[in-house]
C-alpha cells in the first residue's frame, strides 16, 4: 500500500538552529502539500506544489520558511533559523491531478518542538 | 476567518447508535466537500467526499449530506463503532486557487 513518508518524526531542537523536514510523496502524484497543524488554526497550507513547480507558498512566513521540490521523490521544508512558535506538527500531502479534485495522501507527520 | 466551520469540537457517541458531524461554509464558490479522518499520531486520512451537484453521497456506513442553501453538510456514521473515535475534518475546495479549505476538526469518542 503506497503511503506518503516523512522523516524525522520528531524533531525538538533550540530556537535559532536550522530545521530541515523531508517528505516522498507516493509515486505518481504530481501535486505536493505541505501543512502545519496547530491548535489554533488547524490545518494551515504552507506550501504547494504541481510538477514540481511551486504554485503557492503564500501561508508560509518568507522571512525563515522555504520549500522545494529538488526531485520528483523528494519534497523539503527548512525553517531558519527556527523559533518556539514554529512548534507544531508539519504534513506533507500528495495527491494524484488537480490539487483538492482529487483526495490527498497525507503522511504521519513531523512533530516539530523548538526550545 | 474561518471559511469552514465545524462548530462542535468534540463529540460522545455510544456504540451502535448514530453520529452526526456537522460541517458549516461560506464561500458559495466551494463546489467540492471532503471528510477526512486523523487517528493521534497519524496523518488525516480521505474518508468520503461529495460534489456539489449532488445531495447525498454514501459509502457503507458513512453518509454525507449537502444542503448547498444552507452552505451546510453532515457525516452520518451507522452505526458508530469504538475505532470510529479519531478527529474528523471537513475541508472544502473551489474558488479560483482550488485550494482545500480545512475546519478545525470534531474529536468524536464512540464508547463501547
Known amino acids: 500500500d503506497a503511503r506518503v513518508t516523512q522523516t524525522p518524526r520528531h524533531k525538538v531542537t533550540e530556537m535559532g538552529q536550522e530545521v530541515t523536514m523531508r517528505c516522498q510523496p507516493i509515486l505518481g502524484h504530481n501535486t505536493v502539500f505541505w501543512y502545519r497543524q496547530t491548535m489554533m488554526q488547524g490545518l494551515e497550507l504552507l506550501a504547494y506544489?504541481?510538477?514540481?513547480?511551486?504554485?503557492?507558498d503564500s501561508g508560509m512566513p518568507k522571512d525563515r520558511f522555504s520549500a522545494e521540490m529538488p526531485d520528483a521523490t523528494l519534497a523539503t521544508l527548512k525553517i531558519q533559523p527556527s523559533e518556539p512558535r514554529d512548534s507544531a506538527v508539519y504534513f506533507c500531502a500528495s495527491g494524484p491531478g488537480q490539487g483538492g479534485l482529487r483526495p490527498l495522501h497525507f503522511g504521519n507527520g513531523t512533530r516539530l518542538t523548538v526550545t | 476567518d474561518q471559511q469552514v466551520k465545524q462548530n462542535s469540537p468534540s463529540l460522545s457517541v455510544q456504540e451502535g447508535r448514530i453520529s452526526i458531524l456537522n460541517c458549516d461554509y461560506t464561500n458559495s464558490m466551494f463546489d467540492y466537500f471532503l471528510w477526512y479522518k486523523k487517528y493521534p499520531a497519524e496523518g488525516p486520512t480521505f474518508l468520503i467526499s461529495i460534489s456539489s451537484i449532488k445531495d447525498k453521497n454514501e459509502d457503507g456506513r458513512f453518509t454525507v449530506f449537502l444542503n448547498k442553501s444552507a452552505k451546510h453538510l453532515s457525516l452520518h456514521i451507522v452505526p458508530s463503532q469504538p475505532g470510529d473515535s479519531a478527529v474528523y475534518f471537513c475541508?472544502?475546495?473551489?474558488?479560483?486557487?482550488?485550494?482545500?479549505?480545512w475546519g478545525l476538526g470534531t474529536s468524536l469518542a464512540v464508547n463501547p
Open positions: 475541508a472544502a475546495n473551489g474558488g479560483n486557487n482550488r485550494k482545500l479549505i
Open positions: 506544489f504541481r510538477n514540481r513547480a511551486p504554485l503557492d
